[in-house]
């Protein structure tokens, strides 16, 4: 006998952790938001003068991670390390700005605590495994 599974099905039987749930809705709210402040935004009133193009990188970044929050639902492993590229990158900008280094820090923390929570178990599986 012949069992020919869906690809739905394998990935409806991974089991992720309640808190890594909410952290990735967490992000994709965040991201959301950031997006509306971005895109808003009356250059004449941001505290710190970006020009355009910094402007356009962070509605890049703030695109790009939407699209790998989005796939870290779908158990990608390579959407962890294209948020991890995006984090890093916007912590670099935001030095770059002129950003203080404990609030460009707080950005890096959200990816940081994502691995940790990856690491959690559900029904003796990590997070981190069951990503592909």
């Not at 948020?83 to 707080?106: A, D, K």
Request: one cysteine or more; charged letters at 15%.
């Amino acid at each position: 006998m012949i069992i020919i599974t869906n690809q739905n099905d394998i990935e409806n039987s991974k089991k992720r952790n309640i808190i890594v749930t909410l952290l990735l809705s967490l992000f994709l709210l965040a991201d959301f938001y950031l997006l509306k402040t971005i895109l808003d935004s009356n250059p004449n009133n941001d505290i710190i003068d970006l020009t355009e193009k910094l402007n356009y990188s962070y509605v890049v970044f703030t695109i790009l991670d939407l699209f790998f929050t989005f796939f870290l639902f779908k158990w990608k492993k390579w959407a962890f390390w294209g948020t991890l590229t995006i984090s890093v990158l916007t912590f670099l900008l935001n030095l770059y700005v002129g950003v203080e280094i404990i609030t460009s820090l707080f950005g890096l923390s959200g990816v940081i605590l994502l691995f940790a929570l990856l690491q959690l178990k559900c029904k003796n599986v990590s997070g981190w495994k069951n990503l592909e």
